[in-house]
């Protein structure tokens, strides 16, 4: 005979899953999400229901879905699966076992109206006042840079490829590839250097150039908390210094900007000089020549500040493994703006965890 378990087996499954550690429940009380639910209800529409029919899920548990999503990576078909496979995720959703769990459809659709009504922004903004009301204030100066968020690469022409770079769509195209393929996205060269693969070999790296095509996430993180204070999102060939405008905090309380050789120009300096703020730029290496030794270690000392920020790119990347699915800027802006606030989000979880100063 099958032994009959009951709401105390439950709880001790919870409990087991509280003394693993379960990083969802630290986030869960970090981060109080009832602070979304106005801007989430003027956001969707709703209807009267006046023919019946069944309600809508909560606003604030479809909002944790699709942080949940960022947090692993996950396809909508997949998120629909791992909230009824997974206890850790039905307790973040506050879902008990007999409880409906939103299907894919449901969860595309809640994403979607959101997207349509430009209300990501606002709730990454909702969260950020909430980070300085808790004493998270942008302090020791910023740090900006960016990174290519790589979508799903289309295959075609060169007549196609000129005709959508000139912002126009191919004529022969169908309604339905019209819909799928990403006229938005671009193409871009990601720089690095290869490492030698045996310790004799010579010191220097060899540069390797990798084809890339998506979009790019620009932010901008204070220096105190590592925190993303600003951030904005192009296609993946803008150049990053044409971007620091927008980039640039007027609430930070320093007036240090550190950023990579891309962002030193006569237009930047100009625009910091105004703003009464200090670049803190990289310099080039001289062309054909060595760099000098003063630069050279001008660049070390803020390259271990401007390093701070690709542990930011390395957590999403890595960790939450953020490409873009969808079609289209404006849904990419959508998907790397909850990238953005749910990176914002374990930071903040990591930071309440910190051991108190003595």
């Known amino acids: 005979m099958v032994d009959q378990r009951g709401f105390f087996d439950l709880?001790?499954?919870y409990a087991a899953l509280s003394a693993a550690g379960d990083p969802l429940e630290r986030l869960a009380s970090a981060v109080d999400f009832e602070v979304f639910r106005a801007d989430l209800d003027a956001a969707l529409v709703r209807s009267d229901r006046a023919k019946g029919g069944r309600p809508p899920y909560d606003a604030v548990l479809m909002f944790k879905v699709l942080v949940l999503?960022?947090?692993?990576?996950?396809?909508?078909?997949q998120a629909e699966f791992q909230i009824l496979d997974r206890r850790s995720f039905g307790r973040f959703l506050g879902l008990d076992d007999g409880d409906r769990v939103p299907d894919a459809k449901t969860i595309w659709l809640f994403r979607e109206q959101l997207t349509?009504?430009?209300?990501?922004?606002?709730?990454?903004?909702?969260?950020?006042?909430?980070?300085?009301?808790?004493?998270?204030?942008?302090?020791?100066?910023?740090?900006?840079?960016?990174?290519?968020?790589?979508?799903r690469r289309p295959r075609l022409s060169a007549g196609e490829k000129a005709t959508i770079k000139g912002g126009g769509t191919p004529e022969h195209w169908s309604k339905a590839k019209r819909a799928q393929m990403d006229r938005d996205g671009r193409w871009t060269l990601k720089r690095g250097r290869k490492k030698p693969k045996s310790e004799g070999a010579a010191?220097?790296?060899?540069?390797?150039?990798?084809?890339?095509?998506?979009?790019?996430?620009?932010v901008g993180i204070d220096r105190r908390f590592g925190l993303i204070r600003t951030f904005t999102v192009t296609h993946a060939a803008a150049h990053d210094g044409g971007q620091l405008e927008g980039l640039l905090d007027p609430d930070n309380l320093a007036s240090g900007v550190w950023a990579d050789t891309a962002y030193r120009s006569a237009a930047n300096l100009a625009l910091l000089d105004r703003r009464g703020l200090m670049p803190q730029f990289q310099r080039a290496k001289p062309?054909?020549?060595?760099?000098p030794a003063h630069v050279a270690r001008g660049n070390?000392?803020?390259?271990?500040?401007?390093?701070?920020?690709?542990?930011?790119?390395?957590e999403q990347k890595r960790r939450l493994h953020l490409t873009v699915r969808t079609i289209g800027l404006a849904r990419a802006r959508a998907k790397i703006t909850l990238a953005n606030l749910a990176y914002n989000m374990r930071r903040l979880t990591w930071l309440e965890g910190r051991p108190a100063p003595a």
């Open 116 to 151: 349509r009504a430009g209300a990501v922004q606002r709730l990454f903004d909702r969260f950020d006042a909430v980070l300085n009301d808790r004493g998270y204030l942008a302090m020791g100066g910023q740090i900006v840079d960016a990174t290519v968020i790589e979508a």
């Open 300 to 314: 070390a000392t803020r390259g271990r500040i401007r390093a701070l920020v690709e542990h930011v790119f390395a």
């Open 69 to 77: 999503q960022v947090l692993y990576g996950l396809s909508d078909d």
């Open 287 to 291: 062309r054909g020549k060595p760099m």
């Open 203 to 218: 010191r220097a790296a060899t540069e390797i150039v990798v084809p890339a095509f998506g979009y790019k996430n620009h």
């Open 11 to 13: 709880d001790e499954r």
